[in-house]
């Protein structure tokens, strides 16, 4: 059953946040998927993907979703490489209101610099961005809504998000 709000997108579109915003305007909980794999493996993203590689992470957030999908119905805010698997895809649209937050690649760069806890970002942060998004292009197609991020705060995100799910 479509039960949860799910939120995809690339890394720094927001989804955290916006997630947080929108579990207090519809009064449900919210799961962020890339904390749920911290806390039940013990490590960091940064410590999983050194020491596991990208495909052990991968295999770890593939259980996370499938068991917090399995859940009471939630916000969901997913990291941006959860469509890279197929069944994490079909897992999604069956299980939830599947929402991709999208943001121009300047105002990723904006939102992230400085961080380090993103593995696939390391380097170049512009470059990283531009070739993670033409990597994944059309990953993200199959949401139910997209919603443009871009000059606009968390709140009014989760307005424009709230007024569509009610
Ligand atoms: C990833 C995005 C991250 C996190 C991990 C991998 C990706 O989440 O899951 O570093 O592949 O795009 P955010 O989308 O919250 O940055």
């Not at 992230?112 to 990953?139: I, S």
Request: proline share 2%.
């Amino acid at each position: 059953m479509k039960q949860h709000l799910i939120l995809i997108g690339m890394t720094g579109t927001g989804k955290t946040t916006v997630g947080r915003a929108l579990s207090e305007r519809l009064g449900l909980p919210l799961t962020d998927t890339d904390r749920v794999i911290e806390q039940t493996t013990g490590q960091s993203i940064a410590q999983l993907f050194r020491e596991q590689g990208e495909q052990g992470f991968r295999a770890v957030e593939t259980q996370v979703l499938h068991q917090v999908l399995a859940g009471k119905p939630q916000v969901i805010a997913t990291g941006g490489g959860i469509v890279l698997r197929a069944e994490n895809v079909e897992r999604m649209k069956r299980h939830g209101w599947v929402v991709c937050l999208q943001a121009s690649a300047d105002e990723i760069c904006r939102r992230l610099a400085g961080d380090t806890n993103r593995p696939l970002l390391q380097g170049d942060l512009k470059q990283r961005v531009r070739q993670l998004m033409l990597e994944r292009a059309g990953k993200y197609d199959f949401a139910d809504w997209k919603v443009e991020t871009t000059g606009h705060t968390a709140y009014e995100v989760a307005s424009m998000i709230e007024q569509r799910w009610r």
